[in-house]
């Protein structure tokens, strides 16, 4: 499983980036794609997740009402739209795939691709 995240950048507070994260598997279908984010000098934590055919979606209570999760089967692709943003949300973004089963906890997730930064600031 390949995973490649993509998408950030800097932006100013109170203003939106959409991340997306391509992935490839022998059989795309089972897997369970999430966001996590990890800040400077803070623990790795679980943003958003969402299943095959956008059955499932979870999201955090600290993004909730702000960032949306989506998938495109049809091109392997899942995004994370991120709007509001505010500075506490800078933290460098990676997506992960879990065959079946997965929610907002790390160690649910076997395969992960290489993040991308997101900076808010002034």
């Known amino acids: 499983v390949q995973l490649q995240a993509s998408g950030g950048g800097w932006v100013q507070p109170g203003n939106s980036l959409r991340l997306s994260c391509v992935f490839s598997?022998?059989?795309?279908?089972?897997?369970?794609i999430g966001w996590f984010r990890q800040a400077p000098g803070k623990e790795r934590e679980g943003v958003s997740c969402i299943e095959f055919g956008e059955r499932t979606r979870n999201i955090a209570d600290s993004v909730k009402g702000r960032f949306t999760i989506s998938r495109d089967d049809t091109k392997n692709t899942v995004f994370l739209q991120m709007d509001n943003l505010a500075p506490e949300d800078t933290a460098v973004y990676y997506c992960?795939?879990?065959?079946?089963?997965?929610?907002?906890?790390?160690?649910?997730?076997?395969?992960w691709g290489r993040g991308t930064l997101v900076t808010v600031s002034s």
């Open positions: 992960a795939g879990a065959l079946y089963m997965g929610g907002l906890d790390p160690e649910d997730y076997e395969y």
């Open positions: 598997a022998d059989s795309t279908i089972d897997y369970v």
